[in-house]
């Protein structure tokens, strides 16, 4: 499972022929959970295979809730309406009973539904062995190999649209950036202005370089507080994290992708979230609340990624 991302969710379902008497499904589903659930719903008499089925699954599975579910079924149930009502056979038994019934002569005769039973066990005597505990290893096998890729291909869909949304949240990132430092200029020109006309006001009380040192203590004041520099810049480095992540799959050193993923995401908002609180402007305040809306879009996502 290198180089790949893998969805929680997938299916796939495998079959076994041993001959004219049987036949076998196994069906592997799964969902998004955030640890690895495996149930599993055998026939009685293939339960102990469960651990072995389960070592299978879990060397290829690191999370998810999933079933896997093994149906045996004896091709004669699945004709046995017509092997009840072939005549032949209710013709044998009806002689053999008028055979008993001479030797002795007490004996009850059978019942339609006595009749039914003895057919079908008649049946399930003749039906093939079972097969191999090789054999069901081997479908397995091979049906988690298909289920597994199942995943990959889900996940790289999954991983084509949280790409799409990373792309879309560098072009807000980008268009905050030139917001911060026109706003700064623009509020101390609004200050010195302010001062200026203090000053005029003032009849000479207050000097026009006090009126500039305030002018200028307050922008820097201002700047100081709305200056984002820090939050768009880690913003960027998470967006490049996500895209690697994202671009490069699983590997052995990072084997819980989503829940990395994850992390990044709760970073993401954080910064988002801070953005938004020093937002001076109805334009970066709009940014800010569609990188929320991107950034819950990634997480939505996320969740479905193993």
């Given amino acids: 499972m290198n180089g790949a991302v893998y969805s929680m969710t997938g299916f796939a379902t495998g079959t076994l022929t041993t001959g004219a008497n049987l036949d076998i499904s196994l069906d592997i589903r799964s969902v998004n959970s955030r640890f690895l659930d ?13 651990p072995k089925l389960r070592d299978i699954a879990s060397r290829l599975m690191k999370r998810g809730k999933c079933e896997i579910k093994l149906s045996v079924q004896s ?4 004709t046995e309406l017509a092997h009840e009502l072939n005549p032949d056979r209710i013709t044998h038994l009806l002689a053999q009973q008028t055979r008993i019934q001479a030797l002795a ?14 057919i079908a066990k008649n049946n399930e005597a003749s039906a093939d062995a079972r097969p191999s505990d090789t054999a069901l290893l081997a479908l397995m096998q091979t049906t988690m190999n298909d289920f597994v890729q199942a995943r990959r ?3 790289g ?3 084509g649209v949280m790409l799409d949304q990373v792309r879309n949240l560098r072009e807000q990132r980008t268009a905050v950036i030139p917001l911060i430092p026109a706003l700064i200029e623009q509020q101390r020109q609004k200050f010195i202005q302010r001062l200026n006309d203090a000053v005029a006001d003032s009849g000479g009380r ?23 520099t820090e939050e768009v810049n880690r913003l960027g480095s998470h967006l490049d994290e996500i895209e690697s992540l994202l671009t490069k799959g699983s590997d052995s050193k990072n084997t819980e992708l989503g829940k990395r993923l994850e992390f990044l995401i709760q970073e993401l908002q954080r910064e988002a979230n801070t953005l938004g609180s ?9 940014i800010a609340i569609e990188m929320k809306v991107l950034i819950e879009q990634l997480r939505e996502q996320v969740q479905n990624i193993e």
């Fill in 153 to 155: 291909v889900e996940g």
């Fill in 206 to 228: 207050i000097s026009a370089s006090v009126a500039e040192e305030r002018a200028l203590t307050e922008a820097t004041a201002f700047a100081l507080r709305i200056d984002v």
């Fill in 278 to 286: 020093k937002s001076a402007t109805l334009e970066s305040s709009r």
């Fill in 157 to 159: 869909k999954l991983a």
């Fill in 105 to 118: 002569p007490h004996a009850a005769a059978l019942s339609v539904a006595e009749i039914l039973g003895l």
């Fill in 75 to 78: 091709k004669h149930e699945a």
């Fill in 38 to 50: 495996i149930s599993f719903k055998l026939p009685d008499n293939y339960r102990y295979l469960e």
